[in-house]
């Protein structure tokens, strides 16, 4: 084995196990991160095997497969995470709207006799 | 005829007041909508008549504008005018701005400030980038007009009822006409004049935040529902 499969290989195992405890409640992401970080090991563990993929599938060099691969996967994190950023936004502009014109207020402040509480637009 | 003026405010100390000043006297309902300001916006507004919604945070022009419109129908608007604070806007065009809705010509009034005959003195570099707003406008939308993201205009409560703003920073301008489209909403441009103040100019658009504006538009256009 050459030094780099000692580094790499225990790596990927530690995040395999990580992620599959992590994301249990997420079965599809759950297969997903482990089918990805098994291929991982895989090249890994035999070098020459992204080599043959790589030939077979008319790329050349593994490790341009391996960089294909990478930038699709990273490509499709960020549209993911873009889209889960679109949603928390989305949310958050709903919450702070309803808060804001909850408290609208009227100035100067109108006052109903003998309530010395809030102006919301509930009291005018 | 109940007519709101929705005038969205992030960090405008300088100049809200005297933006608000200019308008008191048209005697409609006025609506500030403080867009999460750090500076003293708020304290300068202790003592004027209006309507004031506080966003907690800053959410962008877009949010704002729309929190002010959600307001407004609540409230039982007829007519809604959007109006800068940072002084670019005239009190004085808002009755031409709304006339077309009285005289039931338009459910919206868009001001244009390239229809004025007044000179504006708007810096050629923000001509360039307005044209080039215009050409992309009516690529995206298909409505071809003579002004693009000018933030001056009037709708009446069939408008109001259909717009829904989702682009909560400045692309709003440009989902605006894609709504109108949408919606078969009548339109009309009226001339407005602009005033380039150096304080304006200081807080316009830059062309990074046309860069900003473009991609807004292209990811929500492609990934929203």
Not at chain 2, 161 to 180: G, P
Request: aromatic content about 8%; overall charge neutral; hydrophobic content about 45%.
């Amino acid at each position: 084995m050459k030094p780099i499969q000692f580094i790499l290989l225990p790596i990927f195992f530690l995040l395999l196990i990580v992620f599959f405890r992590k994301l249990r409640p997420y079965p599809i992401l759950k297969y997903l991160t482990a089918c990805i970080l098994l291929a991982a090991m895989v090249f890994t563990a035999f070098l020459d095997s992204s080599t043959f993929i790589a030939n077979w599938l008319g790329v050349g060099r593994g490790v341009d497969l391996v960089i294909y691969l990478s930038l699709m996967g990273l490509t499709v994190s960020c549209l993911l995470l873009y889209l889960r950023t679109m949603r928390l936004e989305h949310l958050l502009t709903e919450v702070i709207r309803s808060q804001s014109i909850q408290y609208a207020h009227i100035i100067p402040p109108v006052k109903p006799i003998g309530d010395e509480g809030s102006n919301s637009l509930e009291n005018q | 005829m109940s007519v709101f003026i929705l005038v969205p405010a992030y960090n405008e100390e300088q100049v809200i007041r005297q933006t608000l000043q200019s308008l008191l006297p048209l005697g409609h309902q006025i609506v500030v909508i403080d867009d999460g300001s750090t500076d003293d916006t708020r304290q300068q507004l202790h003592d004027l008549p209006i309507h004031l919604l506080t966003h907690m945070v800053n959410l962008g022009q877009g949010a704002a504008l729309q929190t002010g419109m959600h307001y407004a129908l609540s409230a039982g608007a007829e007519i809604v005018v959007h109006f800068d604070s940072d002084g670019q806007h005239q009190a004085s065009d808002i009755a031409a701005l709304i006339q077309p809705i009285l005289d039931k010509e338009a459910d919206l009034v868009l001001g244009s400030r390239f229809l004025s005959d007044q000179p504006s003195g708007i810096p050629l570099s923000r001509k360039i980038l307005l044209k080039s707003a215009i050409v992309l406008n009516g690529l995206l939308t298909g409505l071809w007009l003579s002004d693009a993201h000018n933030g001056l205009r009037a709708m009446n409560r069939k408008a109001l009822t259909h717009i829904h703003i989702r682009e909560n920073r400045m692309a709003h301008a440009t989902e605006i006409l894609s709504e109108i489209k949408k919606h078969g909403l009548r339109f009309k441009e009226v001339p407005v004049f602009i005033q380039y103040s150096a304080y304006a100019k200081a807080k316009g658009q830059s062309g990074w935040n046309a860069f900003n504006i473009l991609s807004d538009l292209i990811l929500h256009k492609l990934f929203s529902r």
